[in-house]
């Protein structure tokens, strides 16, 4: 089971606060300025949602 993370390009501004929290997870750099793996296990789910809390922009949806 993996967690379903999106990252809405129209509010990531590419602060990176995310990778902070969890930079294997949200990788920065890519277009849109940030992109969060595919391939997150279901046990990085606190991680993840950590990371959707801190983001300035409410970016980040965990699903
Ligand atoms: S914290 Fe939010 S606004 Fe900043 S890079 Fe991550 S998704 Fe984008």
Do not use: H, N
């Not at 296990?41 to 959707?52: G, I, S």
């Amino acid at each position: 089971m993996t967690v379903r993370i999106t990252i809405d390009p129209g509010k990531c501004q590419g602060y990176g606060q995310c990778c902070f929290e969890a930079d294997d997870i949200f990788l920065l750099g890519d277009e849109p300025p940030v992109r969060a793996s595919a391939d997150v296990a279901e046990d990085r789910r606190a991680d993840a949602e950590r990371a959707a809390d801190v983001c300035p922009m409410q970016a980040i949806t965990v699903e």
